[in-house]
């Protein structure tokens, strides 16, 4: 079946329904542009669901998109509590649904339908012939259907997310033997232990593969249940060479729940609460009647009966290979945001400002956002994937100016990778936590001669506002002041 693009005007496709997607929709509604929300699952935010029972780092006010929240507001809609940390499920429920609800969205919605393929009509990723005059093919399958459906649009924005690719466990980004036989035992991210899966991990062996914030939420979650349920014993494997700096941010990252939760793990770990393992480079997995053995390069590891793989995730391409893309060779970002992005350079924070120019592709109108945008890097904070949509929303409806400007809000981490920051200082930039961030998007700054805080925007104070994306507002009663506002060029550390 093919739907008939409109006699006027072809609608952008958005693929994915979820936060950056359905932001990306707000925004186009607001400029009154036609588009068409494709999502997979049966209802908006369903990769949000699956992670349903954690509750994220950061407050409300970093994970609401300003034209959602004033679409939403004139319909009566309120704004939760700022300062509140919602799980996955309010912020679905309570953000996420009424927004897709919403008169100028919910039309425009298409569930259980997933995209297989974008590419040009009548053109292959080979011909040149004017690609921007021809408009997109988004090709869809849905779930328990033979046939393919075809939408046409005149601009794509893939806000599909990484969360059905998770990376595997073996160091070399390959699957390791014997990892897809005992693909029943292994849970991939954030397994819900003290919830539904309680009685797959109660009272069993369990080794945790990751060293980031999504091993740190599973393994705090398996100790609370080695606490109800004395026989569980949980492992916990590193490929770092030691535990330095191993713990995030700690006491320096204004994020406060997830500096605090790196100090609960650190406390685990050094009292030897968990069993940590340093320098694992799996090799293969076997099934033996003790249980499962991991073998590493350095010998194997105690049986366990489950494995949780909180590894990190990667973009799935495959969609998008009739469509000419410039990713940078490693990360599988847009080549020019790879040098801003790289967590050998950056935290989540220190992320300088970027849309739509950096977001760019060969391919003419086509967008890569929110977490895929990313590629491998696990750098990204939602507020900057909903900045990225209203960039390219403006870029496509020929605000130029309004692309290039971005505003962010961001907090530190108080970790960095580079020689101008380090764990226990301030953050990246050494002296400002937190800023409100207005630059050109002319790339990053590169001087070594300017002091972080000029590249971060330096600390001057503003009065108090709520700050989400680049809407503000006098601050409304009982609720706390976001931040400093500062300007700044291309803020860089």
């Excluded at 000419?324 to 935290?347: G, K, Q, T």
Aim: net charge negative; charged share 20%; glycine share 10%.
């Amino acid at each position: 079946m093919t739907t008939s693009p409109s006699a006027i005007t072809l609608p952008v496709a958005i693929i994915g329904a979820g936060p950056v997607g359905l932001a990306a929709a707000a925004h186009l509604a607001e400029r009154d542009e036609p588009f068409v929300v494709i999502e997979a699952g049966p209802g908006p935010g369903a990769a949000v669901r699956e992670w349903g029972h954690v509750q994220v780092f950061s407050p409300w006010r970093y994970n609401i998109d300003a034209a959602a929240w004033r679409l939403l507001e004139a319909t009566g809609w309120s704004m939760p509590d700022a300062e509140a940390y919602p799980t996955g499920n309010e912020l679905v429920d309570v953000y996420l649904a009424p927004l897709a609800a919403h008169p100028a969205i919910a039309p425009h919605v298409r569930y259980g339908e997933r995209v297989v393929a974008v590419s040009r009509d009548g053109l292959d990723k080979m011909k040149d012939a004017d690609r921007a005059a021809h408009p997109f093919v988004v090709v869809l399958t849905r779930s328990g259907a033979d046939d393919e459906r075809i939408v046409q649009a005149r601009a794509v924005i893939d806000a599909s997310g990484t969360w059905n690719a998770p990376n595997p466990l073996g160091a070399n980004g390959l699957p390791v033997p014997g990892e897809h036989a005992l693909a029943g035992r292994i849970r991939y991210a954030i397994p819900d232990v003290l919830g539904i899966e309680r009685a797959r991990y109660a009272g069993k062996r369990v080794l945790v593969v990751g060293s980031g914030h999504s091993a740190f939420n599973a393994l705090q979650d398996l100790m609370t249940l080695a606490g109800e349920v004395p026989e569980t014993r949980v492992i916990w494997a590193v490929r770092r060479p030691t535990t330095a700096q191993l713990f995030g941010g700690e006491t320096a990252d204004a994020l406060p729940e997830r500096g605090s939760l790196g100090q609960r793990i650190r406390q685990l770990a050094e009292t030897g609460a968990i069993q940590v393992e340093t320098g694992v480079r799996i090799q293969r997995l076997e099934q033996t009647e003790g249980g499962i053995v991991v073998q590493t390069a350095s010998g194997a590891l105690p049986p366990v009966d489950e494995i949780v793989a909180a590894t990190g995730f990667r973009p799935d391409l495959g969609m998008l290979r009739e469509v000419r893309l410039d990713l940078d060779p490693s990360l599988e970002s847009p080549s020019i945001l790879a040098p801003m992005i790289d967590p050998n350079l950056h935290s989540c924070g220190t992320v300088p400002p970027h849309g739509a120019e950096q977001l760019r592709h060969p391919e003419p109108d086509l967008y890569i956002a929110g977490m895929k945008s990313y590629g491998r890097a696990p750098t990204f904070l939602m507020l900057t994937g909903y900045e990225q949509v209203r960039s390219i929303a403006a870029a496509l409806t020929g605000d130029l100016e309004g692309a290039r400007r971005v505003e962010l809000v961001l907090p530190e981490t108080g970790v960095c990778s580079s020689s101008r920051g380090g764990a226990g200082e301030a953050g990246c930039c050494g002296t400002v936590a937190q800023s409100t961030i207005v630059a050109e998007q002319t790339g990053c700054c590169d001087d070594p001669a300017l002091p972080a805080a000029t590249c971060c925007g330096g600390n001057a104070t503003a009065a108090p506002v709520i700050q989400i994306g680049r809407e503000r507002r006098p601050e409304p009663a009982g609720v706390g002041t976001v931040g400093t506002a500062s300007t700044a060029k291309v803020p860089c550390c």
